[in-house]
């Protein structure tokens, strides 16, 4: 999937956990780049899965 599209959403969800949450010893940047991975990888699981169900619907 094209997670070009996602960027906005998943830098914006990143930004606003980012200001919420504080990791010790970590840096408010590497803290940015985290929540923005672990925003890409649900993200893409989720649209993954969801891709899965409505090809399996229309096979039927």
Known sequence: MNTDL????????????NHIVNIPFV???QEQ???EMI???VL???LSQLD???KQRLDM
């Open 52 to 54: 899965k169900d409505i």
């Open 44 to 46: 893409d699981t989720l």
């Open 6 to 17: 996602w960027q906005p959403l998943v830098k914006e969800l990143a930004s606003k956990v």
């Open 33 to 35: 780049k985290f929540f």
């Open 39 to 41: 925003f890409l990888l």
């Open 27 to 29: 840096s408010e940047e």
